[in-house]
């Protein structure tokens, strides 16, 4: 009962942060919308989704809901790039998350108190770098309206955008579908082992960089 109370508090971080930080980065650039619209909140409660919370009961997968913005409102870029941009601040916060998880718990690993403490500390920040490492590769699969298809809008034509656009709502129960069917398994678990991949690049650096495995000595 712990350890799913711990996962649980887990996921609400790592989905709360993943949906502040689009609006964050959106009102930087100009558009009030989220901010307006509460959005801009620690709070987990303004970011539910029901339809998402019941996808992740059934799937293993969920969301929250989609944070609002007006493309129209940016100043300092075009609306295509703010969309991309605002779209990326989901994944590359999760993945920034995930470093941080990884980066702690091979600290509390190598020169940690060895108590019960410490063991629910390390599966908090394993369970914090699992979730945001799936929940960042879940978002970058170029499905409408998942932000790998804010990011592909930059490459496609704008009448193809346009049509994406008006059909979003049923791409998005297609793509629900192909989850629940496992048809998309394949391209997640590709694009989580890229992100895995570079997760442990850069954290083994910064560990090569505290001399953690020479502290630990013959544990490595």
């Given at each position: 009962p712990l350890q799913l109370l711990l996962s649980a508090v887990a996921s609400l971080l790592c989905i709360t942060l993943h949906e502040l930080s689009h609006g964050f980065v959106a009102w930087k650039l100009g558009d009030p919308t989220a901010k307006e619209a509460g959005r801009l909140s620690l709070n987990p409660l303004a970011h539910f989704s029901p339809l998402g919370a019941v996808c992740f009961l059934l799937l293993g997968v969920g969301w929250a809901t989609p944070v609002p913005v007006d493309a129209r409102n940016f100043r300092r870029v075009s609306p295509r790039v703010g969309m991309a941009l605002t779209a990326a601040a989901g994944p590359i916060t999760n993945l920034l998350l995930a470093f941080l998880a990884v980066v702690g718990y091979k600290l509390l690993y190598y020169?940690?108190?060895?108590?019960?403490?410490?063991?629910?500390?390390?599966?908090?920040?394993?369970?914090?770098?699992?979730?945001?490492?799936?929940?960042?590769?879940?978002?970058?699969?170029?499905?409408?309206?998942?932000?790998?298809?804010?990011?592909?809008?930059?490459?496609?034509?704008?009448?193809?955008?346009?049509?994406?656009?008006?059909?979003?709502?049923?791409?998005?129960?297609?793509?629900?579908?192909?989850?629940?069917?496992?048809?998309?398994?394949?391209?997640?678990?590709?694009?989580?082992?890229?992100?895995?991949?570079?997760?442990?690049?850069?954290?083994?650096?910064v560990e090569i960089l505290l001399g953690l495995g020479r502290a630990a000595g013959t544990a490595v």
């Open positions: 020169i940690g108190p060895v108590n019960t403490l410490t063991n629910l500390l390390l599966y908090v920040l394993n369970a914090l770098a699992v979730m945001n490492l799936a929940l960042a590769a879940l978002n970058l699969l170029p499905v409408p309206p998942l932000d790998g298809s804010r990011l592909l809008g930059l490459a496609l034509p704008r009448r193809v955008q346009y049509f994406i656009a008006q059909h979003e709502q049923q791409i998005f129960f297609v793509a629900i579908a192909l989850l629940f069917l496992g048809l998309l398994d394949g391209p997640m678990a590709w694009i989580q082992s890229q992100l895995w991949r570079f997760l442990g690049w850069s954290t083994s650096f």
